[in-house]
C-alpha cells in the first residue's frame, strides 16, 4: 500500500497500479489460504502481555485492505477506468461503515460523488441511495453549526459549503430524472404522447416489484440503524421515471428545496459561477415541469417563472468577463420567450377571433426572444463588429439555430399594416436564406442543423411567393 500511495503522488499512476493491484491480490490470497488475522506490524515491538486480540488484528487487517481499495479507486478514476473506479469507490464507502472508518462529511461528499456517477449511467436508483446515504451521514457531523459553537469560523463555512455541495447534486438527480422520462414520453414535436404515457404505465407496474427487489439488495450501505434512515430517506423522492403531472411535480419540488439550501450558502457574492449554475438548474426544473402540464397558461406562467429568475442575474452580469454564462443566458432567455410565443400562439389558435390584447402579448413576446437571439448572435462578432465567415464548432448549432428562430418569429409577427408585412417577410427570408447559404458554403455544416436546413430551404422556395401575392394586393393598381 504504501509504496503504491508513494508511486501515486509521484504521478506514476500506472507503477502505482501494480503496487495496489498486488496489495489486493495478497489479501485475496491470505484471506483463502489462512483467513485468520496476521500479526500487526507495530506487534513486533510489544512485549508478550500488549499483543492484541484477534478481534483488534482482524480490524486493523481489514482496515489496510479498505486502504488498498481507496486508493486503487483513485487510480482507476486517473487512469479514466470510470466504471472501475466507481465500483472501488462503491466498496470502499462500504467497508467504511462497517468497520466504522470514516470521517463523516468526507465520507458524504464521496457518496454524493459517487451518486453523479450512477447518474451518467442512469441508474436513479443506486444514485439515490447514494444521496440519502450522504445525508444521514453527513448529519452524524453534528447540525451545521451555529455561531455561538466552538467551532472555528472556517469550520462552520466548511461545513456549510459541503452541505451546499450534496444539495446540488440533489439537484442534478431530480433534474436528470426528469428529462430522462421527458425524453421516453416525447413525440417527435417534443410534445407529451398520451398512447406512450398510458403504455408506460402498464409496462411499470409490471416491472416495478421485481426490479426494486433484484437491484437493492446489491447497493446498501451500512449496518441496519443506518439502512433504516437511509430507506426513509430514499422514500422522499422516487427513483423511477415520472408518468403525468403529478409524479413529476413531486421531483420538482424535492429538486426545488435543494436549490434553496444549495443558494444559502453558493450567494452571487463570492461565488458567481456557483450561483448561476444553481439558477439555471431551477429554470430547468421548470423547463421540464412545464412539459408535463396539459394547461398551456399555467405552462405559459412556469415559462414567466425562468424569465424572473434569469433576467436579473444576466442584467447585472459584465459579458467581459464571463463572456460563456452571458450567451448561455441570452440563449436560454431567447428560447423562453420563444417557447411563451408559441403558447399564446396555440392559445390564440382556439379563440374564434384574435383580440386585441392576445396579439400585443404575441408580438411582445416575439420581439423580446427576437432581442436576446439577436445579443447571442452580436456576442459572436468580433471587436470589429463583424459577424465571423465560418462558425466555431461550439456556437455553429447555437447560432443557426438563433438565426432560424429569428426568420420564424418575423414570420408570427402579426400587424394590420401591409407594408410592415411586407419588410417582415423580407427580414424573415433573409435568414432562412443565410442558413441554406451557409450550408452551401461549408457543407459539414448540414449535420449540425439538418431539420431547420430543410424547414429554411423550404420557405426560401415559398416566401417570395407569398410576398408577390402580398404586394399585387397592395398595389392593385400599378
Not at 501494480?18 to 515491538?45: C, I, R, V, W
Not at 458524504?108 to 451521514?137: D, G
Not at 453534528?142 to 455561538?148: F, H, K, L, R, T
Not at 458567481?272 to 399555467?298: G, M, N
Request: net charge negative.
Amino acid at each position: 500500500n504504501n509504496l503504491g500511495i508513494l508511486w501515486s503522488e509521484r504521478d506514476e499512476i500506472k507503477t502505482a497500479q501494480t503496487y495496489l493491484e498486488s496489495a489486493e491480490a495478497l489479501y485475496n490470497q491470505y484471506m483463502k489460504e489462512d483467513g485468520n488475522p496476521p500479526l500487526d506490524p507495530s506487534e513486533h515491538f510489544m512485549a508478550e502481555e500488549e499483543k492484541l486480540t484477534d478481534q483488534e488484528r482482524s480490524k486493523r487487517f481489514e482496515k489496510a485492505y479498505t486502504h488498498t481499495l481507496y486508493y486503487l479507486a483513485q487510480v482507476y478514476q486517473h487512469l479514466e477506468m470510470i466504471e472501475k473506479a466507481a465500483q472501488y469507490c462503491h466498496t470502499t464507502l462500504k467497508r467504511q461503515l462497517e468497520y466504522s472508518g470514516y470521517y463523516p462529511v468526507e465520507w458524504a461528499l464521496n457518496a454524493a460523488t459517487l451518486s453523479q456517477y450512477y447518474l451518467s449511467k442512469q441508474c436513479f436508483m443506486e444514485s439515490r441511495h447514494c444521496l440519502a446515504a450522504a445525508n444521514v451521514i453527513f448529519s452524524q457531523a453534528g447540525q451545521v453549526p451555529s455561531a455561538e459553537d466552538n467551532e472555528t469560523e472556517q469550520d462552520q463555512q466548511d461545513l456549510r459549503q459541503r452541505k451546499a455541495e450534496i444539495a446540488r447534486c440533489w439537484i442534478k438527480y431530480c433534474l436528470n430524472l426528469l428529462q430522462s422520462a421527458r425524453k421516453l414520453l416525447e413525440d417527435n414535436i417534443g410534445e407529451l404522447d398520451p398512447d406512450r404515457q398510458l403504455e408506460l404505465k402498464a409496462q411499470r407496474k409490471k416491472e416495478e416489484d421485481e426490479k426494486e427487489k433484484g437491484r437493492k439488495r446489491a447497493v446498501l450501505f451500512g449496518t441496519s440503524d443506518i439502512c433504516d434512515s437511509v430507506l426513509a430517506m430514499e422514500e422522499k423522492v422516487s427513483s423511477v421515471y415520472p408518468l403525468d403531472f403529478q409524479e413529476a411535480r413531486e421531483i420538482f419540488l424535492v429538486g426545488q428545496n435543494y436549490v434553496q439550501e444549495a443558494k444559502e450558502f453558493f450567494q452571487v457574492d463570492g461565488y458567481v459561477t456557483d450561483h448561476i449554475e444553481i439558477v439555471q438548474d431551477h429554470s430547468a426544473l421548470f423547463k421540464v415541469l412545464a412539459f408535463f402540464e396539459e394547461d398551456y397558461e399555467r405552462r405559459c406562467k412556469m415559462h414567466k417563472r425562468r424569465i424572473d429568475m434569469l433576467e436579473p442575474i444576466y442584467a447585472d452580469l459584465n459579458p467581459q468577463y464571463y463572456l460563456l454564462i452571458s450567451r448561455q443566458l441570452q440563449f436560454e432567455l431567447a428560447d423562453t420567450y420563444y417557447e411563451m410565443m408559441d403558447l399564446k400562439v396555440a392559445i390564440g389558435n382556439r379563440l374564434e377571433e384574435l383580440d386585441s390584447h392576445t396579439i400585443k402579448k404575441i408580438n411582445s413576446l416575439a420581439q423580446l426572444a427576437i432581442k436576446y437571439y439577436e445579443l447571442f448572435l452580436d456576442s459572436l462578432r468580433n471587436p470589429d463588429k463583424v459577424f465571423p465567415e465560418e462558425l466555431e464548432e461550439d456556437v455553429l448549432r447555437p447560432a443557426m439555430v438563433a438565426k432560424f428562430h429569428i426568420a420564424r418569429l418575423y414570420g408570427k409577427l402579426i400587424t394590420s399594416d401591409g407594408k410592415k408585412q411586407l419588410e417582415n417577410m423580407q427580414t424573415s427570408l433573409e435568414y432562412y436564406t443565410f442558413l441554406v447559404d451557409y450550408c452551401e458554403k461549408y457543407p459539414d455544416a448540414v449535420h449540425a442543423i439538418e431539420t431547420e436546413l430543410e424547414l429554411s430551404k423550404e420557405m426560401v422556395g415559398l416566401l417570395p411567393t407569398r410576398m408577390e401575392r402580398l404586394r399585387a394586393k397592395l398595389c392593385p393598381f400599378i
